[in-house]
Antibody, heavy 121, light 108 residues
Framework: QVQLVQSGAEVKKPGASVKVSCKASSYTFTSYGISWVRQAPGQGLEWMGWISGYNDNTHYAQKVQGRVTMTTDTSTSTAYMELRSLRSDDTAVYYC??????????????WGQGTMVTVSS | EFVLTQSPGTLSLSPGERATLSCRASQSVSSSYLAWYQHKPGQAPRLLIYGTSSRATGIPDRFSGSGSGTDFTLTISRLEPEDFAVYYCHQYGSSPRTFGQGTKVEIK
């Protein structure tokens, strides 16, 4: 079945970087986009950005622009999200989510299982 | 930035009852770009409704969406035990995409 499988939990120190992977299966990766959404403990959902599975075009949220890089590897149908200069308020569950189409402006119909990233000294 | 405000924060209902969840936007949202998700603890969010009123694949017809402009509604006609969860509205027509803060539907 169509699914996104994310990498495992990470614990990082403030100032470090983290890179989360999201491997897609059972669909044509280049026909859809991937967004990254995070949820801090006890908080709601926050969109971080979107990347095209076709041509690597990206849209980043202003809040994380400059600290985040989203990439893809079409040979393995995998999307990556790297967040640098980590702070304690980056502690959250990070989700990748497939857009319903290649458009950057579409709802998210398939979600990964989530990756817990903890930033602590 | 589009701010989405959901109400109520918590809805306490019994199985079989009707749930009406509201989502109000700080500025007009094209009805093509409003979605609703269901989120249960420890699980990934699940797309219920996109384009204001279109049900996603496999979503039962007890879930329906409506609205336009700045006011949108998710209705669950008869609550099933598996429907107790947190629900988020989401606008995806402009950057940044934004979510409401969520409405928790709990068992009364």
């Amino acid at each position: 079945q169509v699914q996104l499988v994310q990498s495992g939990a990470e614990v990082k120190k403030p100032g470090a970087s983290v890179k989360v992977s999201c491997k897609a299966s059972s669909y044509t990766f280049t026909s859809y986009g991937i967004s990254w959404v995070r949820q801090a403990p006890g908080q709601g959902l926050e969109w971080m950005g979107w990347i095209s599975g076709y041509n690597d075009n990206t849209h980043y949220a202003q809040k994380v622009q400059g600290r985040v890089t989203m990439t893809t590897d079409t040979s393995t149908s995998t999307a990556y999200m790297e967040l640098r200069s980590l702070r304690s308020d980056d502690t959250a569950v990070y989700y990748c989510a497939r857009s319903r189409s290649i458009s950057p402006f579409d709802a998210f119909d398939i979600w990964g299982q989530g990756t817990m990233v903890t930033v602590s000294s | 930035e589009f701010v989405l405000t959901q109400s109520p924060g918590t809805l306490s209902l019994s199985p079989g009852e009707r749930a009406t969840l509201s989502c109000r936007a700080s500025q007009s949202v094209s009805s093509s770009y409003l979605a609703w998700y269901q989120h249960k603890p420890g699980q990934a969010p699940r797309l219920l409704i996109y384009g204001t009123s279109s049900r996603a694949t496999g979503i039962p017809d007890r879930f329906s969406g409506s609205g336009s402009g700045t006011d949108f509604t998710l209705t669950i006609s008869r609550l099933e035990p598996e429907d107790f969860a947190v629900y988020y509205c989401h606008q995806y027509g402009s950057s940044p995409r934004t979510f409401g803060q969520g409405t928790k539907v709990e068992i009364k």
